[in-house]
């Protein structure tokens, strides 16, 4: 049950992470070529990669946040079950913040695209090119979660061995 609850609570972040990325990330300027149909105005433009790079911001932020928040709540209290959550419910996270990000404007520019004429620009919708990013917020948590234990480890065996000393 702890396993879950903390994959839910954890996925659930995705939704105002992919929110965000909709928001903050830049669209590609296309152009309608025929029905349907649309070619990039400027093949090299950033807005590819400055898209990507949001979503991986947004992603290293959710995994940080989620990591740390969900040692503080609940791995302190339900240990590894609680942790095996957090870092799968990052995973979904990423999902969810790809699905909902890439959802931003998609109607509308599908829907701009066939009734536009021919010469039409518009702004396409988000995709993600790198999809390495979606490892982003899972690594964060995880690493997150482990140097938080291993911080309240050693200072544990530090407070043993001074109580041990007699100091």
């Given at each position: 049950?702890?396993?879950?609850?903390?994959?839910a609570?954890?996925?659930?972040?995705?939704?105002?992470?992919?929110?965000?990325?909709?928001?903050?990330?830049?669209?590609?300027?296309v152009?309608?070529?025929g029905?349907?149909?649309?070619?990039?105005?400027?093949?090299?433009?950033?807005?590819?990669?400055?898209?990507?790079?949001?979503?991986?911001?947004?992603?290293?932020?959710?995994?940080?946040?989620?990591?740390?928040?969900?040692?503080?709540?609940?791995?302190?209290?339900?240990?590894?079950?609680?942790?095996?959550?957090?870092?799968?419910?990052a995973?979904?996270?990423?999902?969810?913040?790809l699905?909902?990000?890439?959802?931003?404007?998609?109607?509308?520019?599908?829907?701009?695209?066939?009734?536009?004429?021919?010469?039409?620009?518009?702004?396409?919708?988000?995709?993600?090119?790198?999809?390495?990013?979606?490892?982003?917020?899972?690594?964060?948590?995880?690493?997150?979660?482990?140097?938080?234990?291993?911080?309240?480890?050693?200072?544990?065996a530090?407070?043993?061995?001074?109580?041990?000393?007699?100091?």
């Amino acid at each position: 049950m702890v396993f879950l609850a903390a994959a839910a609570a954890t996925a659930v972040c995705g939704i105002p992470a992919g929110l965000a990325w909709g928001a903050l990330a830049p669209r590609v300027l296309v152009q309608v070529v025929g029905h349907g149909t649309a070619e990039v105005v400027n093949v090299e433009t950033s807005a590819f990669i400055v898209a990507d790079v949001w979503f991986g911001l947004i992603a290293v932020i959710g995994g940080l946040l989620t990591g740390a928040l969900g040692y503080l709540i609940a791995i302190r209290r339900w240990g590894a079950a609680a942790a095996a959550g957090l870092i799968t419910g990052a995973l979904a996270a990423s999902a969810v913040e790809l699905w909902i990000g890439g959802l931003d404007g998609h109607a509308a520019f599908q829907h701009q695209l066939a009734v536009g004429a021919a010469g039409t620009f518009l702004h396409a919708s988000l995709a993600l090119g790198a999809k390495s990013a979606l490892t982003f917020w899972p690594l964060l948590t995880a690493l997150t979660i482990t140097v938080i234990e291993a911080v309240h480890r050693s200072r544990s065996a530090r407070s043993a061995r001074a109580k041990v000393s007699g100091g």
